[in-house]
């Protein structure tokens, strides 16, 4: 098993980033109590490592496969950022019923 310097030293950006995502997640599972389960971290310190993490996994998504191959969360990614700005992610409007008809 390679340690996360050796994984760094690489200069492999995939390896690099599934070392550091191995790393947090053995820091989170490696500091909760053994008959609770509870995290014994500080719970600012469990939200950095939870969001680094995200991050690192999101990262690694987003990497080409070794076929060349995009992952869907690029490509949506991508298609959002190729959207013009006035571009809305909301549903449209609800239909309202013609003028007169209908309770007022």
């Known amino acids: 098993m390679e340690s996360l ?22 820091e989170l599972e490696g500091n909760r109590c053994r008959q609770c389960a509870m995290s014994q971290l500080r719970t600012g310190d469990t939200a950095a ?29 991508q298609r959002k950022s190729a959207r013009t700005p006035n571009a809305s992610d909301s549903a449209p409007p609800p239909q309202r019923g013609i003028s007169g008809q209908g309770s007022s």
């Open 49 to 77: 490592l939870v969001l680094r993490l995200m991050k690192v996994m999101e990262e690694i998504e987003a990497l080409p496969h070794d076929n060349g191959v995009v992952s869907e969360l690029d490509v949506l990614r």
């Open 5 to 26: 310097e050796d994984a760094i030293a690489t200069g492999d950006r995939r390896v690099s980033l599934e070392a550091i995502r191995k790393y947090l997640a053995h």
